[in-house]
């Protein structure tokens, strides 16, 4: 059985750094083919891709918050982390992680809960 | 850089009716690459649809997806309750690698 937690803080001021942790369990990020993503939904609105790791630790993130996103993962715990630099408020927002597979297709097929994070002083 | 645009941005219907959503792409896309999903309030997306056609793994037969090049569409062949939500179409590009969500269309109770 596939499952994702979201973790990390729910309140962060503008310009801290948020750090979020996706732990996983049913699958392992080693395997070819396996991915983890990050996807983030302001209140009301739709959802936006923002990074993706893969078994092979090739890294893409969105172009348009390219410099303030860094996604890791560590293999042994089952967990992908995102770091997100100088929050905003706009940044408020659930964010996801899901897995994805790829080769002939690519898609997410498993997705976290999400946790809402809100940027406030 | 590609752009979804999904239409209607609302859809009102009745269950037992025919919905049909659409998904069009600014530049041609592959088809092995574009997916359907649905979004209930409060809840985590699910996915319905991979490879602009292929169900998803528990999915119901009454959704269908099809199309290709810039338009794609989500048919739902008569809605039951529960299928009352917000559908996003989902495109990966690899030039540079990026996923793209589209807006949405959210079908409502008529």
């Known amino acids: 059985q596939v499952t994702l937690r979201e973790s990390g803080p729910a309140l962060v001021k503008p310009t801290q750094t948020l750090t979020l942790t996706c732990t996983f369990s049913?699958?392992?990020?080693?395997?070819?083919?396996?991915?983890v993503s990050w996807i983030r939904q302001p209140p009301g609105k739709a959802l936006e891709w923002l990074a993706f790791?893969?078994?092979?630790?090739?890294?893409y993130n969105s172009t348009s918050l390219k410099t303030r996103l860094t996604i890791s993962k560590d293999t042994s715990k089952n967990q992908v982390v995102l770091k997100m630099t100088n929050m905003d408020p706009v940044d408020t927002a659930t964010y996801y992680c899901?897995?994805?597979?790829?080769?002939?297709?690519?898609?997410?097929?498993?997705w976290g809960q999400g946790t809402l994070v809100t940027v406030s002083s | 850089e590609i752009v979804l645009t999904q239409s209607p941005g609302t859809l009102s219907l009745s269950p037992g009716e025919r919905a049909t959503l659409s998904c069009r792409a600014s530049?041609?896309?592959?088809?092995?690459?574009l997916a359907w999903y649905q979004q209930k309030p409060g809840q985590a997306p699910r996915l319905l649809i991979y490879?602009?056609?292929s169900r998803a793994t528990g999915i119901p037969d009454r959704f269908s997806g099809s199309g290709s090049g810039t338009d794609f569409i989500l048919t739902i062949s008569r809605l039951e309750p529960e299928d009352f939500a917000v559908y996003y179409c989902?495109?990966?590009?690899?030039?540079?690698?990026?996923?793209?969500f589209g807006p949405g269309t959210k079908v409502d109770i008529k």
């Open positions: 899901a897995r994805c597979r790829y080769g002939d297709f690519l898609y997410f097929d498993y």
């Open positions: 989902q495109q990966y590009g690899s030039s540079p690698p990026k996923f793209i």
């Open positions: 530049q041609s896309v592959s088809s092995s690459y």
């Open positions: 790791i893969d078994w092979d630790d090739e890294k």
């Open positions: 049913g699958f392992s990020l080693s395997t070819s083919g396996t991915c």
């Open positions: 490879g602009a056609s």
